[in-house]
Each structure stands twice: as C-alpha cells, then as structure tokens.
C-alpha cells in the first residue's frame, strides 16, 4: 500500500535524512509537495527524482529558477502563502522540517486540515504553544514528535499513563564547547560553533546546541508535547548522545530510549508509526561504546535553558519573543556581528524590553514574533 507524504524543508538536514528513508523505500511512498526557501535548483531535482506533485519556494523571487529546474515534470510554486496551500494539500503525513518560525503558517495549515504531522520544527511549536496545541485538538489533527528527544519521550510514554508520570528528563548532549571556560565562550567562532561532535544538523540548530538555547527550546516543546507540569521536566548533559530522553514513572521504574545519534531514526518511528520500519544504521554496540556519563548542566556558563525556562514558566507571548530574540542573535552571530556569550545576553534583554499581550490566534504569534524580532535587532545595536 502506497502513502502520501508532504516534507516542508526538504532540501534541509532533516529533510535530506527524511528522503534518504524515502528512497529506500521508494515504491511505498507518492511525494505530494516539497518545500524550500530559496535552493531552488536543489528542490526542482528533488521534485523530479520523487515524482512530487509540487514544489515550492518561500522566497518567490527564486520561481523562476524553480520553474527552470522542474520542467514540466511537476507543479511549481512561490512565496508564503503557496507554502501554506502546498501544506494544506492531502497527505497522510506531513514533515514539517522548515527551521525557525517561518514554519509556523505551513505548520498551522497542515494542522487545520486534520491531518498527521510529524514536527521537527520545534520554534513554530515554542512560539506557538497553545494556538498550535488547540489547533490540532480542535481539528483532530496528529503530532509525531522527529525532535530525538521528544520521539524517545513519546516512544517511553507508549502504553502509559501521562498521570503515572513523575518525572520527565531530556538528555542533552552539551554541544561541542561543553568543557569550554568563559574565556573560550566569549571568543567562540561560528565554524567552531556549528561543529557539532555527535549530530551532523543545519547551522541554526546547531549554534542552538553550542549556546544550549536547543535545551531551552525543547524544554518548552516538551512541556506542550507532554504536559506533566512544568516541575516534572528536568535536563541531564549526556555527552554520547546514546540515550535520547528518559521518562521516569511513580513507582520508581525509567524507561529511557537509546539510539544512534542520526535522525533517520526518530524520523522512521514518525514514518512508520505506530508500526517499525527498517533504517540503514548499524545496532548499537554498548560494549563498544562502553561508557554513558551524566552532568548537571552549567547555567552560569550556558544560562539559555535558565532563560527559557523562565520564558515558559512567564507564559503568555514569552516564549514566543524567545524564540524570535533567538533567531535574531543567532543570525548575528553567524554573520559574525555578535560574539557567542553575547547570544543569551541579546534574548534576555529582548525579554525584558518586549512584553506584548498573550497571543491567542496565529495572527497574533506572527504579530509577536515581528515585534520581538525588531526589538531583538535594536538589541543587536548595544550588544
Ligand atoms: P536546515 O537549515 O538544514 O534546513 C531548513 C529547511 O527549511 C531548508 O529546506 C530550507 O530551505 C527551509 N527554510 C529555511 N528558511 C525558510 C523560510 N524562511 N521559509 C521557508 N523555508 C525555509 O535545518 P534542519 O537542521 O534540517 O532543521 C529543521 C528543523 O528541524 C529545525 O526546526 C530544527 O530545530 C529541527 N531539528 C533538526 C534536527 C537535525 O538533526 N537537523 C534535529 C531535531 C530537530
Ligand atoms: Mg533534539
């Protein structure tokens, strides 16, 4: 049996490891819509090679090039809202791997139509929350967590009660700067930064893990994934990268998944699910790999899972100018126009100057993020 599938961000890392398993498995699947921002050569051969019914670009400057590279093999689109209609076509499952809250309207769109959404895309649900978490309620939609973690959480919380949870833990690797003093930080480059030792992942994300900004955000991806309550949420640094989250039960039993550190796995449990599907990496080798470590993390050297968590407990559009602050320092910085250990420093203040009302619609969470995103780049200017 055939099934259809939408991937929103494929010409990315998560997209690229999500059409790996496709190809492997190519007479299972029909593409329907394909997305990027502005690679359009690189989308119009993706869309050629997967037979897909659409592709689209973000930025409708690059149709043309778009138009070019298809042909007349398939459909070719441009601009915000063709990425929210090619979200809005019918699939039976949705990857929404765009990076950053540009994702979010095509996110909001696949939701609205009810349909299964596996979210990789964790800073249209940080920003979001609530709007995107009644949204799917509302339109029965389905999520399927591809973050590792929040896929090991879900894959630990399978035949369980949410309420028999106690405590809920989401490893973290610590980055590649983990044994770094403040000295080093401070003059952290981005090649160094986007260095990951154990994930091979876009820049942002990565710089996301360096700063442990990643840990905050996911925080509070799984605080509206899996809503134990704020206080049952902890972070352990795990360097090896072996255990990609734990979920500890009131009877004192933790159940914990281990993995390779590649997306293809937590991406196949969404493809497949609620059913297994084979990947192409080999099993894991404990005798191998020999040893899994555990460190409380370093808020005074890393304190952007402190300022996150505190976003998420301020509630309202908190997280949301998080988020947005986020995306602006990281961008600086990868510009080389904002020194790393400055990166939180840029979001927290972003926090304090910028307190619009709680957002209630996606209007309003678009409406926040461009606020805070000006607010963050007057920041830029005193950083
Ligand atoms: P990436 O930078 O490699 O790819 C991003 C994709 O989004 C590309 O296809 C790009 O064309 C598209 N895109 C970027 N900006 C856009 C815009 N403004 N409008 C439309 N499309 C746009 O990123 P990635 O590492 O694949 O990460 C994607 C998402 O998945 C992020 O939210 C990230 O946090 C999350 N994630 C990634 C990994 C990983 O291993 N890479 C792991 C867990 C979660
Ligand atoms: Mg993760």
Redesign the pocket.
């Known amino acids: 049996m055939t099934r259809s599938i939408s991937i929103?961000?494929?010409?990315?890392?998560?997209?690229?490891?999500t059409l790996d398993l496709i190809r492997r498995n190519r007479d299972q699947w029909r593409v329907v819509a394909l997305?990027?921002?502005?690679?359009a050569g690189e989308l119009g051969e993706l869309a050629r090679e997967f037979d897909a019914e659409i592709a689209v670009v973000?930025?409708e400057g690059c149709l043309g090039d778009l138009r070019d590279a298809v042909g007349n093999h398939c459909e070719a689109a441009g601009g915000?809202q063709a990425?929210c209609e090619a979200a809005a076509r019918p699939a039976d499952i949705t990857v929404a791997?765009?990076?950053?809250c540009?994702?979010l309207g095509?996110v909001m769109a696949a939701i609205e139509r009810g349909g299964t959404v596996a979210l990789?895309?964790?800073?249209?649900l940080v920003s979001a929350g609530e709007v995107m978490t009644d949204a799917v309620a509302k339109h029965g939609a389905t999520l399927l967590p591809?973050?590792?973690e929040h896929n090991a959480i879900f894959q630990c919380l399978a035949g369980n009660r949410i309420e028999d949870v106690a405590k809920i833990t989401l490893t973290a690797s610590g980055g590649p700067f983990r044994e770094w003093s403040q000295a080093q930080l401070d003059a952290a480059t981005p090649a160094q930064a986007v260095k990951h030792p154990n994930?091979?992942?876009?820049?942002?994300?990565?710089v996301?893990s360096a700063t442990m900004m990643?840990k905050g955000?996911e925080f509070i991806e799984a605080h509206h994934l899996f809503p134990v309550g704020l206080d049952r949420l902890g972070i352990v640094v795990h360097p090896q990268s072996v255990i990609h989250s734990m979920v500890e039960y009131r009877d004192g039993s933790t159940l914990a998944q281990l993995g390779p550190s590649d997306?293809r796995v937590p991406i196949a449990s969404c493809l497949a699910y609620p059913q297994r599907m084979d990947t192409p990496m080999p099993p894991l080798d404990l005798a191998d790999i020999g040893q899994l470590t555990f460190f409380a993390p370093d808020e005074e050297l890393f304190p952007a899972t402190r300022v996150a968590r505190e976003a998420v407990q301020a509630g309202g559009a908190a997280p949301a100018v998080l988020n947005a602050a986020n995306e602006v320092a990281v961008a600086a910085f990868l510009a080389g126009k904002l020194a790393f250990t400055r990166i939180a420093v840029v979001v927290e203040q972003t926090l304090a100057q910028c307190t619009p009302p709680a957002p209630s619609s996606l209007d309003d969470v678009l409406a926040v993020d461009a606020e805070a995103r000006s607010c963050a780049e007057r920041m830029l200017e005193t950083a």
Not at 10 to 16: C, D
Not at 35 to 39: F, I
Not at 97 to 100: E, L, P, R, W
């Open positions: 929103l961000g494929a010409t990315g890392s998560v997209g690229a490891s997305t990027a921002n502005s690679s973000g930025d915000r990425l791997a765009i990076v950053g540009a994702g095509p990789a895309n964790k800073e249209a591809v973050d590792s994930w091979d992942m876009g820049a942002k994300i990565s996301d990643n955000l997306m």
